[in-house]
C-alpha cells in the first residue's frame, strides 16, 4: 500500500502529458450545448425568459409560452394567430408540432417538447431571415419537399439569384454613417473584403468594393431598432442580422451587438464574431436560404464568441446551384478533406476515449483497496 500514492502519480503525470486530448471519466461530447438553464448569462436580454420553459410539454400551460409561440411563428414554424385569438400559454397540439417542426429542421433530437438542446439552439443569438419560407433543392443528394430536411441547403421561393451578362461582378459598399464607433472603418471594410472573398474563390461571380454606397448593388450597414425596412432590430444577442435575397442587396447588422474581429484580444463574453454573420449575410444576399446543418456557415444560429466563417461542403453545393462552379476551385479536393479530418478526428476520439477508460478503470480499482 504504500506504493500507492506513487501509482497514483504517475498515472496523473500520464494523463497531463496529453494535454490535446480530452480527458474524462464521464464521456460528454465535445460540442455538447449548454444547458438551457445557464446558457446567456452574460448580459443580453432577447429570448433569455425562455429559459423558464425548460421540460415544457404538451399538455403544460407555463408564463412565457405565448412568446414563445410568435418566436416560432416569426421564424417560419407555425402560422400566427389571428388578432382575434392571440397566443396563449398553453402547449397544445398545434405548439408540439412547431416544435417538432423546429427540432426537425435544426438538426436537434425530435422530442416534440422543449428540452435543454431545443431551448438552447431557441436562446441563441441568430439570423432575421426565416427559416422555413424556402425552396429545397431536388438533387440526388438533397431531400424531397415534403420530407424533413437534414444537413442541406435551401434558397428564397423561386430561387431568384443575380444575373447579368458575363462576368457577373457585383459591386459593394459598407455605409460610411451606419457605423460602430468601437471598430475602425478600414477593420470593418477587410472583414467584408475576407468574406465576400470565400464566396468568390468558389462561383464564378466577382466583388468590387466601391465608395459609391448608394449605386453598389450591395449596400452594408450598422443599425439599431427600428431602421426603416420594417424588420426592426431587437438588441444585444437576439438577432443579429439580415440580408434580402437577390437582387435587393441590402445587408443588415444590429448595431447594438458587440462586433468583435479577433477573439484573442476581444474580452466581452457576449462578442459576436463579425466575420462569421458577414459571410452568412453574404450567403442570403446570394440567393441561400438557411441548411439545417450545424457546421454549415447558413446555419441559422451562432452563439457568442464562435467563430465559423469557413464555407462547408453544404454552403458550397448550395451556391454552386444557383451559379455554377469557378474554374478554379475543386469541390473534390474538400470531400476529400472532409473526409481525411473526420477519420482522424474519430481515430484521435477513441484513443483517448481508450486512454481516459483505462485510466479511471485504475483509479477505482487503487481506491477501493485503500
Not at 84 to 91: S, Y
Not at 213 to 223: L, S
Not at 334 to 347: I, N, P
Amino acid at each position: 500500500m504504500s506504493r500507492l500514492p506513487h501509482i497514483v502519480s504517475v498515472l496523473l503525470l500520464l494523463l497531463l502529458r496529453r494535454p490535446l486530448l480530452p480527458v474524462s471519466c464521464l464521456h460528454v461530447a465535445a460540442d455538447a450545448p449548454l444547458t438551457a438553464t445557464v446558457h446567456r448569462q452574460d448580459g443580453g436580454a432577447a429570448w433569455r425568459s425562455f429559459q423558464q420553459l425548460l421540460d415544457a410539454r404538451r399538455g403544460s400551460h407555463v408564463t412565457g409560452l405565448a412568446e414563445l409561440k410568435r418566436y416560432l411563428a416569426r421564424f417560419g414554424y407555425m402560422p400566427g394567430s389571428p388578432e382575434h385569438e392571440p397566443p396563449n400559454d398553453a402547449f397544445d397540439a398545434h405548439m408540439e408540432a412547431a416544435v417538432r417542426r423546429y427540432q426537425s429542421t435544426l438538426s436537434l433530437p425530435v422530442t416534440g417538447q422543449l428540452d435543454s438542446a431545443t431551448l438552447d439552439r431557441i436562446m441563441a443569438p441568430r439570423c432575421g431571415v426565416g427559416d422555413n419560407a424556402h425552396d429545397v433543392a431536388t438533387s440526388t443528394s438533397s431531400s424531397s419537399v415534403s420530407a424533413p430536411v437534414v444537413s442541406r441547403f435551401t434558397f428564397f421561393n423561386g430561387e431568384p439569384r443575380w444575373t447579368q451578362p458575363d462576368p457577373l461582378v457585383l459591386t459593394f459598399a459598407i455605409s460610411p454613417t451606419a457605423t460602430v464607433d468601437y471598430l475602425p472603418d478600414e477593420t470593418v471594410r477587410a472583414v467584408f473584403r475576407r468574406a465576400f472573398a470565400r464566396w468568390a474563390r468558389v462561383i464564378p461571380v466577382g466583388f468590387v468594393e466601391t465608395d459609391d454606397y448608394d449605386a453598389a448593388a450591395i449596400r452594408v450597414g450598422f443599425y439599431a431598432g427600428s431602421h426603416g425596412d420594417g424588420i426592426p432590430f431587437d438588441g444585444p444577442l437576439g438577432v443579429l442580422g439580415h440580408a434580402f435575397s437577390p437582387k435587393n442587396g441590402r445587408l443588415h447588422l444590429d448595431a447594438a451587438e458587440r462586433w468583435a474581429v479577433d477573439m484573442d484580444t476581444e474580452t466581452a463574453r457576449s462578442a459576436v464574431d463579425l466575420e462569421s454573420v458577414a459571410t452568412h449575410e453574404i450567403g442570403h444576399v446570394l440567393g441561400l436560404g438557411h441548411s439545417s446543418s450545424p457546421k454549415a456557415v447558413m446555419y441559422p444560429s451562432l452563439s457568442p464568441r464562435e467563430k465559423k466563417a469557413e464555407l462547408t461542403v453544404d454552403d458550397i453545393e448550395g451556391v454552386q446551384w444557383l451559379y455554377g462552379s469557378n474554374p478554379g476551385f475543386s469541390l473534390s479536393s474538400l470531400y476529400q478533406q472532409d473526409s481525411s479530418m473526420a477519420t482522424t478526428g474519430r481515430s484521435s476520439w477513441l484513443a483517448a476515449t481508450s486512454s481516459a477508460s483505462l485510466v479511471c478503470a485504475v483509479l477505482v480499482i487503487l481506491v477501493t483497496r485503500l
